[in-house]
């Protein structure tokens, strides 16, 4: 139980680290601040949150290729890959802010309320 908790803030510090790493890479001014941002603390931490959560599913004994699970990867994904790009070209408009904060805000979601394939087919 000790070693679960720990794992839930680790992975939470992680998701943080994540989040600021995010804002960080749309409201500094630099162009090479920002791909610091992105690259030396949001992708990093990322990984961390990867890596706890699957220590997580080792615990818990949850399959891996679960709904919610492939979901959040994906959704993750595509958040840091859209990170990446806004960093790389130098947007640092509202839409582009929506497109990485919309498939994290789905992720924490799919965390929360936990679907599974079984809940979804007929």
């Not at 924490?108 to 079984?118: C, Q």
Request: glycine share 8%.
């Amino acid at each position: 139980m000790f070693a679960y908790q720990v794992l839930l803030v680790c992975k939470f510090l992680s998701v943080m680290g994540f989040a600021g790493g995010a804002t960080a890479a749309f409201l500094t001014k630099e162009v090479s601040e920002r791909k610091r941002a992105v690259h030396h603390v949001a992708s990093p931490c990322l990984l961390a949150v990867w890596l706890a959560g699957y220590a997580l599913l080792i615990l818990r004994g949850w399959p891996l290729f679960e709904l919610w699970i492939i979901g959040s990867l994906a959704l993750s994904l595509s958040a840091n890959v859209a990170l990446g790009y806004c960093a790389a070209r130098g947007r640092r408009d509202l839409a582009a802010f929506a497109g990485v904060v919309a498939p994290v805000a789905v992720t924490v979601g799919l965390m929360v309320f936990k679907p599974t394939w079984a809940q979804v087919s007929p």
